[in-house]
């Protein structure tokens, strides 16, 4: 309890200091390391035991699998973690109400690690996300899981992350999987779902970020553009949740009218919460029955993968 309070007055009092650090010169920086320093206070609070295992050759291809409470056969929420496309773990970025939440809910649940900028592109790391979904698959009867019923999740880089999987179909194909081998796409809070647009909106503000993970080819930026890609064939529905941030919401709007014109269901809505804090909230309090999320995301699992 003390160490909850302390977070939070902490949190509290680097927000009041917003109008000083977060400037187009210190946003980007600023955003980053307080996204860091919070998410690294979840490690300690992780629910256990996990079991980790490697998916690839590279130290980073790794995921920790919490087996279903339910028995065998159980749906699978894949979660995928944030962190700007070049920071961030499984073990500090996942959120400790969430996973909790998962398993009593009868679902089993794994998080994974990927290879980060600038060792690797954004390319490999989307064909990380695929390659982890075909190990699941490959390995579900002895996971317990059901390979018909998952779902990925991600949260800010991660929620590009398996958009752009959910709507390209080439790095499934070269996972030997299709898109039908992942029965939706939960996307929390991301952005860049339209690359030239995000650098255009954003002005300084985590503008080298951008560049770092995107690069400064037109081309490029559109392949690597959930929304500019989802024109059949997607995964089968999405999931989109947005605070109120203004690139956020954009974004997500604009990445669920482009799924709804191809043809694929997608659900877009606003959770509340307000700019960086509600950015963090929503990844570390999904789960929680208090945040607007928790809610939203239980029924649309329970239609798409069917856990009670």
């Known amino acids: 309890m003390l160490r909850s309070i302390l977070a939070g007055l902490l949190a509290t009092g680097l927000l009041l200091l917003q109008p000083i650090f977060l400037s187009p010169v210190f946003a980007g920086p600023f955003l980053e390391r307080l996204q860091a320093r919070l998410a690294a206070r979840e490690a300690e609070r992780q629910s256990g035991p996990a079991t980790e295992y490697a998916y690839g050759a590279d130290p980073l291809q790794k995921l920790d699998f919490w087996q279903a409470r339910g028995g065998a056969a159980a749906p699978l929420v894949v ?104 029965s939706g ?37 559109r392949a690597l553009s959930p929304t500019l890609q989802a024109a059949r064939p997607n995964a089968p529905a999405f999931l989109i949740l947005h605070v109120d941030r203004a690139d956020g919401k954009a974004q997500s709007k604009a990445l669920g009218a482009a799924l709804v014109q191809a043809g694929t269901p997608a659900e877009v809505q606003d959770v509340g919460g307000t700019g960086l804090r509600g950015h963090m909230e929503i990844n570390r309090e999904l789960g929680d029955p208090s945040h607007p999320a928790t809610a939203i995301v239980d029924a649309w699992l329970r239609r798409r993968i069917g856990a009670q």
């Open 185 to 221: 796409i939960i996307a929390l809070d991301g952005a860049c779902y339209d690359v030239a647009r995000q650098l255009a909106d954003s002005g300084r503000f985590m503008l080298d970020t951008y560049i770092q993970a995107f690069g400064t080819d037109p081309v490029r930026q």
């Open 79 to 182: 979660f995928v973690h944030g962190g700007g496309w070049k920071r961030g773990d499984k073990r500090n970025a996942t959120g400790a109400a969430k996973v909790e939440h998962m398993l009593v809910q009868g679902y089993a649940f794994a998080s994974i690690d990927y290879r980060l900028v600038p060792a690797a592109t954004v390319e490999e790391q989307a064909a990380d996300v695929a390659a982890a979904l075909a190990w699941l698959r490959s390995n579900a009867k002895r996971l317990g899981i059901d390979p018909a019923r998952i779902v990925l999740m991600g949260h800010s880089a991660g929620a590009h992350l398996v958009a752009l999987v959910g709507t390209d179909p080439r790095y499934f194909t070269a996972a030997g999987l299709s898109l039908r081998d992942v």
